[in-house]
């Protein structure tokens, strides 16, 4: 079985940053790509940035240039970097694993409230 824990999360005022961890645990031959999703209360969940095996990467249009999604595949683990938080990242943050050819996992959620 496959765990995703994530750390990080907080409160933060507005122009501030934090930084999200998401390490895996348990059977995994190869991980074929990483994520980070969010969902702020009434709203659906909508990807942030992705990272795959190759390193490629894509970011929501509203954080580009704020946030840096990273990974480190030693220890299993992706970043997000967030720097200049607003009020409107405010979100429960998941991250997303996609493993072994098309598994998929997802972390326990991470609160991230900005204040203005």
């Known amino acids: 079985q496959v765990q995703l824990v994530e750390s990080g999360g907080g409160l933060v005022q507005a122009g501030g940053s934090l930084r999200l961890s998401c390490a895996a645990s348990?059977?995994?031959?190869?991980?074929?790509?990483m994520g980070w999703y969010r969902q702020a209360p009434g709203k659906q969940r909508e990807l942030v940035a992705a990272i795959t095996s190759g390193g490629s990467t894509n970011y929501a249009d509203s954080v580009k240039g704020r946030f840096t999604i990273s990974r480190d595949n030693a220890k299993r683990t992706v970043y997000l970097q967030m720097n200049s938080l607003k009020p409107e990242d405010t979100a429960v943050y998941y991250c997303?694993?996609?493993?072994?050819?098309?598994?998929?996992?997802w972390g326990q959620g991470t609160q991230v409230t900005v204040s203005s």
């Open positions: 997303n694993f996609v493993v072994d050819g098309g598994r998929k996992y």
């Open positions: 348990g059977s995994i031959f190869s991980i074929n790509a």
